[in-house]
């Protein structure tokens, strides 16, 4: 875990401290309990992952149109998802979807280490960008299909897919270690259902709901064919 550097709120990416406070207010409001996550949200500058046209709703609980056609999660549902991977300060975690990079900032907060995987280069060199320049040194960012994992550095105690499909990939699933969890939207292009998994055994695999969602598709060898 990282600890914020002291005299961060002058930094001008750092500030707008009082605005994140009451997003962390409406998340407590909404139902996010876990101390760790709230902290991690208040510490990460989401208007510096928003492209600047949308800086004045950074802090608002939606998610917002960001480059390549994508977007960054409305903030409830990265909190839910956070809380829902049941992180230690000493886990690595396997994201996939950097998007923005929002995501994996937040995660990089409440865990040791965060691989994460984006599918649009434009996207994945930014997010590198945006990581470097707030120090972010506990974030490895890999340019590819994600569907497949990262097997060199598997396996993981936890998993985050931020883009839908329709299942969870097997060499996802794999590259879960016994007693990690796995949080995924998965159901159709249009609408998903959050699961968690939990693999409890090595053929072990728990899996409950969390809510529908609303994501864009995981495209991949594992995920959706990609469309014309
Ligand atoms: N976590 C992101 C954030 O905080 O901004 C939100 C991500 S957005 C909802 C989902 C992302 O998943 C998109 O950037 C999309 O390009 C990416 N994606 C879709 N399929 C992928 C795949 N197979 N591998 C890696 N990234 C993928």
Excluded: C
Aim: hydrophobic share 40%; proline share 5%.
């Amino acid at each position: 875990m990282q600890a914020e550097e002291p005299g961060r709120e002058q930094d001008p990416i750092m500030n707008r401290a009082e605005e994140r406070q009451w997003m962390v207010d409406v998340l407590k409001q909404e139902g996010i309990k876990d101390e760790a996550v709230l902290a991690g949200m208040q510490a990460v500058p989401r208007h510096f992952f928003v492209p600047r046209e949308m800086s004045d709703y950074a802090y608002d609980d939606e998610a917002l149109r960001i480059e390549a056609g994508q977007t960054i999660s409305q903030p409830y549902i990265v909190a839910l998802m956070a809380q829902a991977l049941e992180l230690k300060s000493g886990d690595r975690v396997l994201e996939i979807g950097t998007g923005s990079g929002y995501s994996a900032a937040v995660l990089s907060r409440l865990a040791a280490r965060v691989y994460t995987i984006e599918r649009h280069k434009v996207l994945a060199d930014q997010a590198g960008e945006r990581f470097a320049r707030l120090n972010y040194e506990n974030i490895e960012i890999r340019f590819g299909d994600g569907t497949k994992g990262w097997p060199e550095e598997a396996p993981f105690d936890a998993i985050l897919v931020t883009a839908g499909g329709p299942q969870v990939p097997a060499s996802l699933k794999g590259q879960l270690k016994v007693g990690g969890r796995l949080v995924m939207p998965v159901g159709t292009e249009k609408m998903q259902e959050l699961i968690r998994v939990r693999r409890n055994g090595e053929q072990d695999y728990r899996e409950e709901s969390l809510g529908l969602v609303r994501f864009v598709p995981l495209i991949g060898e594992e995920g959706w064919p990609l469309r014309s």
